[in-house]
């Protein structure tokens, strides 16, 4: 979903990846993380959409970072609204400050 609540990329997995993908990058932004604090991923798709035009979408945005994150990929039944095809979370670190 973007900003205002609408639904992003209604059937097109590709659209709805990306959108989560700057949905997680607005939250990291908020945290003063990047996708480079991200190590690991769990992508949750619906049956029958393809894991490969999902992570081609990963490798499009994730681009020349080193040290890619472990990602988990899941297959389900249905996500919390019927029109989403896809659902990820993310856990970034960020380093403690050493001044503290």
Do not use: C
């Amino acid at each position: 979903m973007d900003a205002s609540g609408k639904i992003v990329g209604k059937g097109d997995l590709k659209g709805q990846v990306f959108q989560v993908f700057k949905n997680i990058q607005e939250a990291l932004k908020a945290a003063g993380a990047g996708l480079e604090h991200v190590i690991k991923w769990n992508v949750y798709l619906v049956e029958g959409q393809s894991l490969e035009r999902g992570f081609e979408v990963f490798q499009e945005v994730w681009g020349s970072r080193p040290n890619p994150p472990a990602i988990t990929g899941m297959f389900v039944s249905g996500l919390a609204n019927p029109d989403f095809l896809v659902e990820m979370d993310a856990v970034a670190v960020l380093p403690l400050d050493s001044t503290d």
